[in-house]
């Protein structure tokens, strides 16, 4: 019974999109001496590519995150992508999450405010370099978007002011 459970989780997680960064930072870190690292090791394979920023807008959902206690406190705004990459993707899974316009996250999954769009210049029509992370053995996010140029955990809009 465990085992339809896992493949249903694993395929929800694909097919709503996989928001670069997240998780990334449980694959890339050494576990603690003594201590099993959660969902790991994992291994994966990267595809070099660009994202196109197709979309910015400010919704009700990333708005309400302003709200949500122990948040983030401001509020996000949803940033849509486009990934391209002239590497010949596989499996085929992972050519479909690469095919999809795909919503950008924090690491934490908090949305980027519009303090961050300024910072990084993210415009719609951007192209930013990109790298599809595949997964290739473990349990970690099996597909992970990074961004060498934006910093995906960088949460300075979430600090008070002094």
Same mark, same amino acid.
């Given at each position: 019974?465990?085992? %339809?459970?896992? =493949?249903?989780?694993?395929?929800?997680?694909?097919?709503?999109?996989?928001?670069?960064?997240?998780?990334?930072?449980?694959?890339?870190?050494?576990?603690?001496?003594? +201590?099993?690292?959660?969902?790991? /090791?994992?291994?994966?394979?990267?595809?070099?590519?660009? #994202?196109? &920023?197709?979309? =910015?807008?400010?919704?009700?959902?990333?708005? !309400?995150?302003?709200?949500? /206690?122990?948040?983030? @406190?401001?509020? @996000?705004?949803? &940033?849509?992508? $486009?990934?391209?990459?002239?590497? !010949?993707?596989?499996?085929?899974?992972?050519? $479909?999450? #690469?095919?999809?316009?795909?919503?950008? !996250?924090?690491?934490?999954?908090?949305?980027?405010?519009?303090?961050?769009?300024?910072?990084? @210049? =993210?415009?719609?029509?951007?192209?930013?370099?990109?790298?599809? +992370?595949?997964? $290739?053995?473990?349990?970690?996010? /099996?597909?992970?978007?990074?961004? %060498?140029?934006? !910093?995906?955990?960088?949460?300075?809009?979430?600090?008070?002011?002094?």
């Amino acid at each position: 019974m465990k085992a %339809p459970v896992m =493949i249903v989780g694993i395929l929800a997680a694909m097919w709503t999109g996989v928001a670069f960064g997240e998780g990334e930072a449980a694959a890339s870190q050494s576990p603690t001496p003594g +201590k099993p690292k959660v969902g790991g /090791p994992c291994d994966y394979t990267d595809f070099a590519g660009t #994202a196109t &920023v197709t979309r =910015i807008e400010r919704t009700e959902q990333s708005g !309400r995150q302003a709200l949500t /206690p122990g948040g983030a @406190g401001y509020p @996000g705004v949803e &940033v849509w992508f $486009k990934f391209q990459s002239p590497a !010949r993707i596989s499996p085929d899974w992972a050519r $479909k999450v #690469a095919d999809r316009e795909q919503l950008f !996250r924090l690491a934490n999954s908090w949305y980027p405010g519009e303090r961050y769009i300024d910072k990084y @210049g =993210i415009k719609v029509g951007n192209t930013y370099r990109c790298v599809l +992370k595949v997964i $290739k053995s473990g349990t970690c996010t /099996p597909a992970l978007f990074r961004f %060498p140029d934006c !910093r995906n955990d960088d949460y300075f809009e979430s600090k008070k002011e002094e």
